[in-house]
């Protein structure tokens, strides 16, 4: 006894330690997260560091900033980072900042290179200090006065605030620092023009005080990185060229200062989205954030053992404080199957399937907490989605009404039959929009976010899986999994499932009777009987194995043929017909139900095609049934 409660106790502590770390990266890095001790470094990480790669691309939660925090706390002397990050009230003075005289692109371009140059004069500046101490260069001199006259503060990890940029650039940057004559020379015939020979001017000073440091190979570099511009992006023209802006400023510093990298990290729907002249040029600096099973698996692993105990073992973790399946899932492939593949969300899931076993009072998660846990975050889930392309896609919202109560399992034929009913109000609703409400357009984009896969060679491949589009004469579709409690479609085609009775228990209820008193009086009604229903269950099985039906539909009509298959063996092979016959009625009836229902939702779905038997099976069955219900008894 005393052993089964110092078991008990330690699995309690054990729980109560377990924490998966903090939403964010930005949290996560701070005190009380997880992300110092726990960060993986993936490849994006990698590519990023060395400067192989320049343009960081991920989804929302995929890990982009996490990236940014680790690189700036990288212990690293060969490396100075400064991260920056555009603040959200700038936003407005970023996007409509234009310059007589230049593109809005070029404008834009403009102030991202004063802010690069910037945070590179100031780099400049420190490691002229550190790695060249005794050293005095008068460029060095001039940059540090230009830094002074221009309120610049020589931290690195600080940056202007971008609208305070914007003032600095429309009224005059003081070139004086460089020379009086310096100043006096930048004439231009535009304001745009002006600017660009100013920022010109600067580079040509940095790049004299970084010639005169001529420093060797093994000197520090400095890294650049831009994240978080969600903040200041809206859907228009003026936020992409803010962005493709962006995109030329740090080509040109990096090409401008040889220690010098710019890394921008951009989320996927506004790079997506973007189009502008030079992309093809940037196909090289890109690289996509890419999660798979085992790395988010190995991501919460350490994330366990840095919180619960460095002993806490993956058999611990997946097969004693999660319990060792869900379903019929490994709980580790039905947790990952809850992901859009990202790291956000498997914190989040595992995070929240732990505070509900608290809360229920468990010492391990059990099948119930995760199964409360899963309709909570299903819920967090779908309204994520709405919020990560509240800008994109306005209306997805309006859209998830037509997933809502139905089955998982959708089909094109369906989809468009459900759209054509709201076709008209949606496009008086979102009238810029009004090209994407057909079903292509609404199935690429749903199939783009990752809120629905496609079933192809019978499985399910979701965007994570292959972002190419889905092909136009594919059919099937399903819900992914994480969406599905929030909209009440858990069941693959909304059947209700055939639920088998504890059979043996009512007919002794009914007669009170002991169990062993039950006797094996076979008669030949009940055993015609039974060969009926076994005949018409084995010609439903045949006919929807042989179907190009979703596996998952597929598996639930199984297991429902399997329920009744059963309960008529029990019924009818077991027990004397007379007591067993309300029961075998009562069989019959809740099968004939659950066929004529299933009959219903395949041709309201229309997942079935012409060559498909199982209508006609299904129908025959129905018949048959409807005939045993009148046979006298
Ligand atoms: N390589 C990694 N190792 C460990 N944890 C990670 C890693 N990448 C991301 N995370 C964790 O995943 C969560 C989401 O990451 P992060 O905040 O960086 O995403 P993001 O792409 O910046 O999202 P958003 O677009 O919303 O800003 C954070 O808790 C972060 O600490
Ligand atoms: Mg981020």
Same mark, same amino acid.
């Given at each position: ?193 002006? #600017? ?9 000073? #940095? ?128 947790? #990952? ?291 045993? #219900?009148?046979?006298?008894?």
């Amino acid at each position: 006894m005393a052993v089964e409660s110092g078991a008990g106790d330690a699995a309690r502590e054990t729980l109560a330690h377990l924490y998966f770390g903090k939403d964010d990266a930005e949290n996560d890095a701070a005190a009380g997260g997880l992300l110092r001790q726990g960060f993986l470094k993936t490849v994006a990480y990698e590519s990023a560091r060395d400067g192989r790669k320049t343009l960081i691309i991920g989804r929302k939660g995929s890990g982009k900033s996490a990236i940014c925090m680790m690189l700036a706390r990288a212990d690293d002397p060969a490396l100075s980072v400064s991260v920056i990050n555009p603040d959200e009230i700038s936003g407005e003075e970023i996007r409509g900042f234009t310059l007589p005289g230049i593109t809005a692109e070029q404008a834009k371009s403009m102030i991202w290179r004063y802010v690069l140059t910037m945070q590179t004069a100031k780099f400049v500046l420190t490691h002229a200090t550190q790695a060249h101490r005794g050293g005095s260069w008068s460029s060095i001199n001039s940059l540090r006065k230009f830094l002074v006259a221009n309120g610049e503060l020589d931290d690195l990890g600080i940056h202007e605030k971008f609208w305070r940029v914007i003032e600095r650039i429309k009224s005059s940057i003081s070139l004086e620092a460089f020379g009086v004559k310096v100043a006096a020379e930048i004439a231009a015939p535009s304001p745009g023009i002006k #600017v660009n020979n100013t920022l010109d001017a600067i580079d040509h000073h #940095v790049k004299a005080a970084l010639a005169d440091l001529a420093c060797p190979r093994n000197h520090s570099r400095l890294l650049l990185l831009v994240d978080q511009l969600e903040k200041v992006w809206s859907n228009d023209a003026d936020s992409d060229a803010m962005v493709t802006g962006l995109l030329l400023a740090s080509k040109h510093i990096a090409s401008t200062f040889d220690p010098v990298n710019c890394v921008v990290f951009l989320r996927s729907d506004i790079y997506d989205l973007l189009e502008f002249q030079d992309s093809d040029k940037f196909r090289g600096a890109e690289m996509r954030i890419d999660w798979r099973r085992e790395a988010l698996l190995d991501l919460v692993q350490v994330r366990a053992q840095i919180s619960a105990g460095a002993q806490l073992s993956p058999e611990h973790l997946w097969a004693g404080l999660f319990p060792e399946k869900f379903g019929e899932l490994s709980i580790t492939d039905y947790i #990952v199957s809850r992901t859009l593949m990202r790291p956000r969300d498997i914190i989040q899931f595992c995070n929240l399937c732990r505070d509900t076993a608290e809360k229920n009072g468990h010492f391990s998660i059990i099948h119930s907490d995760i199964a409360e846990a899963a309709v909570q975050y299903s819920s967090w889930k779908l309204q994520d989605l709405v919020n990560e392309y509240r800008v994109n896609y306005p209306y997805l919202g309006d859209l998830f009404v037509l997933f809502q109560s139905t089955g998982y399992v959708v089909s094109r034929d369906s989809l468009h039959r459900k759209l054509s009913t709201i076709a008209a109000t949606l496009r008086t609703r979102y009238a810029q929009y009004t090209n994407v409400f057909h079903v292509d357009g609404v199935l690429d984009i749903l199939y783009d976010i990752g809120f629905l896969g496609v079933v192809r060679n019978d499985a399910a491949t979701y965007a994570y899986d292959d972002p190419l589009r889905i092909e136009r004469h594919e059919a099937q579709f399903l819900i992914h999994p994480c969406f599905r409690e929030a909209l009440q479609s858990v069941s693959s085609v909304d059947v209700r499932p055939y639920e088998a009775t504890d059979l043996r228990i009512r007919v002794l209820a009914e007669r009170g009777l002991a169990v062993h008193s039950i006797g094996l009086v076979r008669g030949r009604r009940s055993s015609r009987l039974r060969r009926e229903v076994r005949n018409l269950c084995d010609n439903v099985l045949e006919s929807i194995e042989a179907s190009r039906l979703p596996s998952e539909v597929k598996t639930e009509v199984v297991r429902s043929l399997q329920r009744i298959d059963s309960d008529a063996a029990v019924l009818l092979d077991d027990w004397v017909e007379e007591t067993g016959w309300t029961l075998a009625r009562d069989v019959v009836m809740r099968a004939r139900r659950y066929f004529q229902e299933l009959d219903e939702k395949l041709d309201s779905l229309c997942l079935l095609n012409d060559r498909d038997e199982v209508g006609r099976v299904v129908r025959q069955a129905v018949k048959t049934l409807d005939s045993l #219900v009148l046979r006298p008894w």
